[in-house]
């Protein structure tokens, strides 16, 4: 029997406000039906805390305090001198944008209108018509998920991204789909974007989470949901810079049809909160997956990266490797969760979670869970959590390099395994003068 | 000229000694060759010289051209020209080896007061010492150490030597895990770099590399202090009669 806990001020004031906003939300009525049922499972929920095993380091309950009012109506003005200091290096990446100010489409901010073989459309639009046309899963297997933060998502979504890019198709440069928060008072801001791309079609598609100057406190909810049909191939990065006062609950739906490809990449640096969680499914066979990334975390900042991938098909490849770097208080998370079901032979699958810790209060929490239940599989996981090496160190000054230089340069070395998986040229050096940027920021 | 009077030398973390009133006086221009079984406190001379942390200096003093290298922190110690060819090198992962020799030139260089290489001037200098010890361009652009085998670590100690220009040169046990072949080629990067302006100590087990890297001066070392000196034959008797009778002694 379970005797179900008293609901916190958060979720009380959840609630609440959808009930609140839930008419100026976009949407027809399917769409409306669709996210009452969401607050009600949420409402059955409650936020995830860490009795609840994929939450175990990362209790909301603990974490979320209080509920900020839901971002509404007309967003801040923004200008794009603004976008580009707050995206810092990946400001000058030759793409196409599509910008969000506070949950919403900003028309005069992007340039990815009138592209071939590649539609982009705003989610609200896609949700005010036919249930039909939207794309989302919201109306099938996202929704069966039974994950309150999911089911926050599918309440107050406001607006994202819904890109398809059509068969065989591969738009020349990327597209770079920026959220940013802007306005001073502190707000929940909720985004779904569908990313679609048909059999053969290849593409890179770089999310970016960003906070201008000034802005008031975030509590940011993002789902992406990928599709990637027979033999596509994604270049997904996803960089997270969302601020101090900003809480930011990820999460990436992907299923995989055959030979598909899909590459993805999270850096999150600067944020009080994150958690990005990954879902992948291999519907195809021969499919590979490919997710890596690097957290660097100061302060009493939290990160918390939790990807379930599940083998369900046979002669599927993932590999996944994370690295963190650790200041001050700041505590890394990760929880590797891989699942081969049965008869998924050949499968292999690696992972390797990495964490660098530059004090003594710092913490790493590293799960590994692989859930094999084929007999013809190779599957491994590593992670270690370790300080900068004293023989390195020393090896590094007996050669004339002084302590800062040897530390930074043992740093860079440390992450450079991770950045090195980023296979455009512009894109690795776009995070990586992100991630020395925010790592010297790091205190010893 | 490097001198070391009555260095007396303990584990920083326990209590003992494992160098017990070490005199040495190295010329420049000279090199000397320091043997002697193993736990003799060779090693540890060697990486007290360097400035490795772990140590703890309870007597005496070493001084190189007069100013005291004690008192220096390692990369201090490494501007004012000392280095340390290490026994085991340390594997450096991420950080290319063509980036970590360019780095350790430059900061050198900026102590010094000497003007930085332009990238050129350092690839044509790094380029043409690495060929004369057989390293290849393909080991340059590794990560430092990472992967290589015990002899291209070696010959990449000697190459850092090289490179970075050094006036005292420490080579601790440079001979170990090498064949003949490299001992050779190590040998001879090390022989180039004889100079009037550099003494060098070459710190090994065996006599052999002594057939190679000529001695000026043979110290026996044994229980933390040198037990005898004298010419390169004293290499040679050693290789006859072994360390039975310095470490009775000790």
């Known amino acids: 029997m379970t005797v179900a806990a008293p609901k916190t001020k958060a ?44 939450w175990k380091y990362t209790d909301l309950r603990v974490a979320l305090k209080e509920a900020l009012p839901p971002a509404v109506g007309a967003p801040a003005q923004v200008t794009v001198a603004e976008i580009d200091a707050a995206l810092g290096a990946l400001a000058g990446l030759d793409a196409h944008r599509v910008v969000f100010v506070d949950g919403l489409h900003a028309p005069q901010l992007s340039s990815a209108a009138g592209l071939d073989e590649v539609t982009i459309q705003p989610l609200a639009a896609a949700l005010a018509g036919p249930a039909d046309r939207t794309g989302t899963g919201l109306f099938g297997e996202g929704a069966a998920r039974q994950e309150a933060v999911v089911a926050l998502n599918t309440a107050f979504m406001t607006d994202g991204a819904v890109v398809g890019i059509d068969e065989r198709a591969k738009p020349a440069k990327p597209l770079l789909l920026i959220f940013v928060r802007a306005g001073a008072e502190g707000r929940l801001v909720t985004t779904r974007n569908v990313l679609k791309l048909a059999a053969g079609a290849r593409a890179t598609i770089i999310e970016a989470h960003v906070s201008l100057a000034g802005a008031g406190p975030a509590q940011a909810n993002t789902l992406t949901e990928v599709t990637l049909a027979d033999g596509a191939h994604l270049a997904h990065a996803k960089v997270t810079l969302a601020g101090e006062a900003a809480s930011h609950l990820g999460t990436a739906m992907v299923t995989l049809g055959a030979e598909a490809i899909y590459w993805s990449f999270q850096l999150t640096a600067g944020t009080q909160l994150t958690r990005n969680t990954t879902f992948v499914d291999f519907r195809g066979e021969d499919a590979k997956l490919d997710v890596s990334g690097l957290f660097l975390g ?47 032979q050949k499968s292999d699958g690696k992972q390797m979670a990495q964490a660098l810790m530059l004090s003594p209060d710092a913490e790493f929490d590293s799960k590994p869970e692989l859930e094999i239940y084929a007999d013809d599989v190779v599957c491994g996981h590593g992670s270690t959590a370790a300080e900068l090496d004293e023989d390195m160190m020393f090896y590094m000054r007996a050669r004339g390099i002084p302590p800062e230089e040897a530390r930074e340069l043992l740093i860079e070395g440390f992450i450079g395994e991770a950045l090195d998986k980023i296979e455009d040229e512009a894109v690795r050096e776009a995070f990586a003068a992100i991630a020395k940027g925010r790592l010297a920021q790091l205190s010893g | 000229m490097l001198e070391i009077k009555n260095l007396q030398v303990k584990l920083a973390e326990e209590d003992k000694t494992i160098l017990n009133g070490v005199t040495l006086r190295v010329p420049k221009g000279e090199v000397h060759a320091i043997m002697g079984p193993n736990g003799s406190g060779k090693s540890t001379l060697a990486y007290v010289l360097a400035g490795r942390e772990g140590y703890e200096v309870t007597g005496g003093s070493v001084t190189w051209n007069g100013e005291d290298v004690l008192a220096m922190a390692p990369d201090e110690r490494a501007a004012k020209g000392v280095f340390l060819a290490f026994q085991y090198p340390i594997e450096i992962p991420g950080v290319a080896t063509m980036t970590f020799l360019r780095t350790a030139l430059n900061a050198v260089k ?31 652009k590794r990560p430092l150490n990472v992967g290589f085998s015990g002899g291209e670590k070696k010959r990449m100690e000697i190459l850092q030597m090289a490179v970075l220009g050094p006036t005292l040169c420490v080579l601790d046990e440079t001979d170990s895990g090498l064949d003949i072949d490299a001992m050779r080629i190590v040998s001879a990067g090390v022989t180039k770099l004889k100079s009037k302006d550099r003494a060098m100590l070459v710190i090994t087990h065996y006599q052999r590399l002594l057939n190679y890297i000529v001695p000026d001066r043979v110290h026996v070392m044994a229980g933390g202090r040198i037990q005898k000196s004298g010419g390169k034959e004293l290499a040679l008797e050693l290789e006859k009669s072994g360390y039975a009778e310095f470490t009775k002694a000790a």
């Open chain 2, 110 to 140: 900026r102590k010094r007061g000497e003007k930085e290489l332009t990238t050129p001037e350092f690839l044509r200098r790094v380029r043409e010492e690495a060929a004369s010890l057989g390293i290849s361009e393909e080991i340059l």
């Open chain 1, 11 to 54: 979720e009380q004031a959840l609630t609440r406000n959808f009930e609140a906003v839930a008419a100026r939300l976009p949407g027809g009525r399917a769409v409306a039906d669709a996210r009452k049922a969401a607050i009600g499972a949420f409402a059955a929920l409650g936020l995830p805390h860490r009795r609840i095993e994929e």
């Open chain 1, 298 to 344: 100061r302060g009493s900042e939290h990160i918390d990266t939790t990807l379930v991938v599940d083998h369900a098909v046979p002669a599927c490849e993932s590999r996944e490797l994370f690295k963190g770097v650790l200041a001050d208080r700041a505590r890394g998370v990760f929880q590797g969760k891989v699942i081969v079901r049965p008869g998924a």
